[in-house]
């Protein structure tokens, strides 16, 4: 089932963690089991913004050990990245085993994330510009307060809310994904993908990893993959409508556009309001209301319809 929002703003910046709690908010019944949200905060020159956690939420009631190993683990991510020459601008803990780093690097990405994954115990949920991934277990409510998103402000953003059917129910599995190791791409996704093991090998013989067994992560990689390859956001999502089998809907994210895409069955429900100043989409029109109570017109994307908005 799940539900998928998401929301941008024309040439101005909002509260977009307060507008997508409330959206997911309003969602919670088709997802109880996982929160998440990308939101698009306003880059400083040359720093990056890094979410990662070192452990599961349900791994910290497991005693005393636990967290010994997240603070060595943390411990272990301070001294590489040191190592690395990376210049540390602020270190901020949203959570035990969840942390928020902003830095300036002028080397390469993919061997820094490398290089920190390889701890034992480690994930990165994102690195970007902009991009601020944050994900665990709970409604959007709980999810918020925890990680303190009320206030923060920014362009755009896209979220989750996950009923597990086929994967476990922990942060690893939840929704969104960041496309690794391109900063500011993130995708959330409603339905199933049937050619997901074939696209995923082609993806691993062309260099990238996956850090989950989802079909959601494909599409942000396959996304970013195509992106690399020069073709803009808008081309690239069409080109997935005829290359992704299945039903889906899906939302991607850059740092400066949002994208939706439905495939030729419109299968997966999708509700979208637009005006001149903002954009709102969501799996049911009860989340886009929650933002705007007065009386908004609302309607249907078509089948197989990608549209993509600039911030």
């Given at each position: ?8 703003h024309r040439?101005?910046t909002?509260?977009i963690?307060?507008e ?16 998440g ?18 452990a599961e ?7 005393f050990?636990?967290?010994?190993q997240?603070?060595e683990r943390?411990k ?6 040191e190592?690395?020459g ?9 959570t035990?085993?969840?942390h928020?780093?902003i830095?300036?690097?002028?080397g ?7 290089y ?5 115990g480690?994930e990165i949920l994102?690195?970007?510009h902009?991009l601020?991934l944050?994900k ?11 990680y303190d998103?009320?206030?923060?402000r920014?362009?755009?953003a896209?979220?989750?809310t996950r009923m597990?059917?086929e994967?476990?129910?922990d942060i ?6 960041w496309a ?14 049937t ?18 067994n989802?079909d959601s992560e494909?599409i942000?990689?396959?996304i970013?993959?195509r ?12 080109r ?11 939302l ?16 997966k429900?999708m509700?979208?309001?637009e005006?001149?100043e903002f954009?709102g ?5 009860v989340?886009?209301r ?10 249907d994307p078509?089948?197989g ?5 600039q911030?």
């Open positions: 089932m799940c539900g998928i929002a998401g929301l941008i040439g101005s909002a509260d963690g307060s997508m709690t409330s959206m997911l908010q309003s969602l919670k019944h088709r997802g109880p089991d996982s929160t949200f990308a939101l698009y905060g306003i880059p400083e020159n040359n720093q990056h913004v890094m979410r990662f956690k070192v939420q349900e791994d910290m009631k497991s005693g050990d636990i967290h010994r997240v603070v943390q272990e991510v301070d001294g590489r990245l190592y690395l990376v210049r540390m601008v602020e270190r901020g803990e949203a035990a085993y969840s928020r780093y830095f300036s690097y002028d390469d990405m993919r061997n820094l994330a490398d920190v994954e390889d701890i034992e480690v994102s690195i970007g902009g601020e944050v665990d277990l709970g409604d959007a409510a709980t999810v918020s307060q925890q998103l009320d206030g923060f920014g362009t755009h896209i979220g989750h597990a059917t994967s476990d129910v690893r599995s939840a929704h969104p994904y690794y190791p391109f900063s500011d791409v993130s995708v959330v996704h409603n339905g199933q993908l050619n997901y093991w074939t696209l995923r090998r082609e993806m691993e013989r062309r260099g990238h990893r996956f850090m989950s989802c494909l942000a990689v396959y970013a993959d992106i690399g390859d020069g073709e803009d956001l808008e081309a690239a999502m069409v997935s409508v005829d290359e992704l089998d299945g039903v889906f809907t899906y991607v994210a850059t740092s400066d556009r949002l994208g939706m895409a439905k495939d030729v069955m419109a299968a429900p509700v979208l309001y005006s001149d954009v989409l969501a799996s049911e029109e989340a886009i929650s933002v705007f109570p007065k009386e908004i017109e609302t309607w078509y089948h319809e990608v549209k993509v908005w911030a």
